[in-house]
């Protein structure tokens, strides 16, 4: 399955028939989930399906799946990172879906569970409208507003990728022989109502990851929390470049 196809076709489904998937295409779900890469092998992640789900800006749909950890650090972010490769699948084979960041289980609430934190919901199901769009309908910053290095494929996949209220929260600098990723840090009252930057991030490096594969080069990151000399932002990460794969 290549997701990569996937990244500058896919869309936000908001819209279901309501007819629920059976327990055999949920399993094949599963199935594929577990087939996917995280970020970080070492921050692990649970998941589980419900029906019923709460919140603001929630869709309404006829699946929703939980992402959960345990309260660790790095787990939105591997989240984005592992979840995203399931938004590309299910691009890939026609089921709508949306990322939810203020949606929450009603039946199972996490802070009823001492064991388990929810992070992150998708709505997912059979779309009653189209799950693709054109590269063109995309409504995205200009690349030279997320990068000094426009000219990397990589960075054009990390522009599609889709994040909280579109904020696109990321910038990627070359600095010699590294690609350094940053973080857009908000300000209230933004900051008050949105507080998923990370996830955002991992699914930036999703992206950023399968372009990678795509087009034969190595991924690594190297996870970085610095002040960075670049205002209104801070230095999440880096990145191996093109340069560097030339020596
Ligand atoms: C972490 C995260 C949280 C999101 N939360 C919501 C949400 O609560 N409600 C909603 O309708 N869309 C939500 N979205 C979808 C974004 O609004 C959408 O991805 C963005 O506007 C870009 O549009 P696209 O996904 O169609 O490319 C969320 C997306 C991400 C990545």
């Known amino acids: 399955m290549n997701l990569f196809d996937s990244i500058n076709r896919r869309k936000s489904c908001r819209n279901y028939t309501g007819q629920p998937f059976g327990k055999e295409q949920l399993e094949e779900i599963a199935e594929a989930i577990s087939g996917f890469e995280p970020l970080y092998p070492d921050v692990p992640l649970e998941y589980r399906f419900v029906t019923k789900a709460k919140g603001i800006f929630k869709v309404q749909a006829p699946h929703y799946l939980i992402i959960s950890g345990q309260g660790q650090e790095k787990e939105s972010e591997n ?16 089921i709508g879906s949306v990322w939810l960041g203020k949606t ?72 010699g022989d590294k690609l350094l990723l940053y973080k857009q840090s908000l300000k209230p009252p933004l900051s008050l109502v949105y507080k998923k930057t990370e996830v955002d991030m991992g699914i930036a490096l999703c992206h950023y990851a399968l372009a990678c594969r795509h087009f034969d080069r190595p991924f690594a ?24 794969l030339e020596k």
């Open 79 to 94: 989240a984005g990172f592992l979840f995203q490769q399931l938004i590309l699948w299910f691009d890939a084979h026609n």
């Open 104 to 175: 929450k289980d009603i039946e199972n609430p996490s802070d009823k569970d001492p064991n388990g934190k929810d992070i992150i919901v998708i709505a997912f199901g059979q779309a009653s409208e189209s799950v693709h769009r054109r590269e063109d309908e995309f409504k995205r910053k200009p690349i030279n507003e997320i990068t000094d290095y426009p000219a990397d494929p990589c960075i054009q996949a990390v522009r599609l990728a889709p994040s909280g209220m579109n904020l696109q929260p990321w910038y990627l600098e070359k600095s």
């Open 221 to 244: 990151f190297n996870r970085k929390d610095e002040e960075a000399s670049k205002k209104g932002y801070r230095l999440f990460g880096e990145l191996l470049t093109p340069a560097n």
